[in-house]
């Protein structure tokens, strides 16, 4: 599914027009519709800043929207490739059903796959047990990774910020 496909599927389950998305995200009254069409056909493709605007009057998370090409089966077969090569994904079967795995043992990036995917699966569990909305599921869906608290994400600061913040605060640091 390409992206603009993905943009009019929230943009509908939103309950959104063109034109209203169009001047959210600040296209001018009078194109905003077929500014934004350009995009949902795919005639258009856009830039990581707009992608980010779209992401947020959505109100979802910006990879939700940019996802690979699996608008054929070929193509989703090669993602799947990828992710075997990647993250050693494994297809096997298990009471007549094909199962996909991952191998946490291939590397660091599989085992942490495999912890996103045990996120997920919890989630799934939660919905399934009627513990949380198909809305509320959403929201964690296309928000990933911002609703999930099985995990610790941190973002580190860069090295200049570091330093500077070290420099400043120097005299108030113990030895």
């Not at 959403?138 to 580190?156: E, G, L, M, T, V």
């Not at 090295?159 to 120097?170: G, I, N, P, T």
Request: aromatic share 10%; charged share 30%.
């Amino acid at each position: 599914m390409a992206i603009g496909e993905r943009i009019h599927f929230f943009r509908i389950m939103r309950g959104m027009t063109q034109k209203y998305l169009g001047m959210l995200v600040g296209f001018p009254e009078r194109s905003a519709d077929v500014r934004l069409a350009q995009y949902e056909t795919g005639s258009r493709k856009p830039k990581a800043e707009l992608t980010a605007a779209l992401a947020q009057a959505l109100d979802v998370a910006p990879q939700a929207l940019d996802i690979p090409n699996i608008d054929s089966y070929i193509g989703l077969m090669h993602t799947l490739f990828t992710l075997e090569d990647i993250y050693g994904l494994t297809v096997s079967e298990s009471d007549g059903e094909i199962c996909l795995k991952v191998n946490k043992d291939k590397n660091k990036d599989a085992a942490e796959l495999l912890k996103m995917l045990s996120a997920w699966k919890e989630q799934a569990d939660k919905l399934s047990a009627e513990e949380i909305s198909k809305e509320e599921y959403d929201q964690w869906r296309y928000n990933y990774p911002n609703f999930d608290n099985s995990q610790h994400w941190a973002k580190i600061p860069s090295k200049e910020l570091s330093d500077a913040l070290v420099e400043a605060f120097k005299d108030q640091l113990k030895d």
